[in-house]
């Protein structure tokens, strides 16, 4: 599917008697007429270009050229067709462009009830190794934490993604404990207050942490077993989002499976999600999955 954002006040193309409310004149009218044609022509090119490659690949494909915002059409798309997974390219933007401008991969991610697949430049050249082919070893990892959607994940990936040749490893972080605070409301001070936590406590706190990390870990390789996959578990203390992307590229992972939380839009903005930084900065192809997601597709 090609999106074809309009490129009159986001609408369709207008009228002569739309342009005439809007005040254009006849030459205008034309010029976006023209316009329109172009994209028109450029899409069509570029959907047959699709199209022929899947046809080289003996892959059963149909598209199809919709306008509008590409987030809503892509989405809207996808609950229409009841797709079983999106796959959408990474443009790249920056910080700043993606607050401005929007994402299309993070709203889609965020928003489809489907696993979404973010595709960057892979580490193994085109050509080099088919991952069609059974005999292709693909390095994956699944990070995973102590969520229902982590669990939801894996499990969509056991049934649907991973194959026997593929090396699986499940990653799980455990984020560095910071010092407590506390809003002081004595009327004395402003601000927050630091919280008074012992070293031994401390100490107790990261253990249990690392010892129910071992344990979540101990599940999922015993599900990996069943399946019948050769995994392997890393437990790494620090950020998540720089654990996970180290890791993608020490490894030179092919592929990074995630679940998504499913944070609101001011969580997102203050806490910062996992899964959109993976999608932005991991060097290989993300799989966003979310808890709608558990269906399996073959």
């Not at 071992?214 to 015993?222: P, Q, V």
Request: glycine share 8%; with cysteine.
């Amino acid at each position: 599917m090609h999106v074809q954002p309009n490129a009159f006040l986001g609408m369709d193309f207008p009228n002569l008697s739309d342009g005439m409310d809007f005040g254009l004149d006849m030459f205008v009218m034309e010029e976006l007429r023209q316009g329109y044609t172009r994209q028109e022509k450029e899409g069509l090119s570029l959907i047959n270009r699709f199209l022929e490659a899947a046809a080289e690949a003996k892959i059963p494909c149909q598209g199809e050229i919709v306008r509008g915002d590409p987030r809503d059409a892509i989405c809207r798309h996808v609950e229409k067709d009841g797709a079983d997974i999106l796959v959408l390219g990474c443009r790249g933007l920056g910080g700043v462009k993606r607050a401005f401008l929007g994402s299309v991969s993070d709203h889609c991610a965020h928003h489809c009830p489907c696993p979404v697949v973010v595709v960057k430049d892979p580490h193994v050249p085109q050509g080099e190794a088919n991952p069609m082919e059974t005999d292709y070893e693909r390095r994956i990892i699944v990070a995973v934490d102590q969520s229902y959607d982590a669990a939801i994940a894996f499990t969509w990936a056991v049934d649907n993604f991973f194959r026997c040749t593929d090396t699986v490893t499940v990653l799980h972080v455990l984020p560095r404990l910071l010092p407590a605070y506390t809003i002081d409301v004595s009327g004395t001070a402003l601000g927050m207050m630091p919280v008074s936590v012992s070293e031994a406590a401390m100490a107790r706190l990261s253990k249990n942490a690392a010892e129910a990390g071992e344990e979540l870990l101990r599940k999922f390789a015993e599900q990996a077993k069943e399946a019948n996959l050769n995994c392997t578990t890393r437990l790494i203390p620090g950020d998540p989002r720089e654990v996970i992307i180290d890791e993608c590229e020490r490894l030179c992972a092919t592929s990074l499976v995630i679940g998504s939380r499913g944070l609101g839009p001011i969580k997102r903005a203050i806490l910062g999600s996992v899964s959109d930084h993976c999608a932005h900065n991991a060097p290989c192809p993300v799989i966003i999955v979310k808890p709608l997601s558990s269906k399996k597709i073959v």
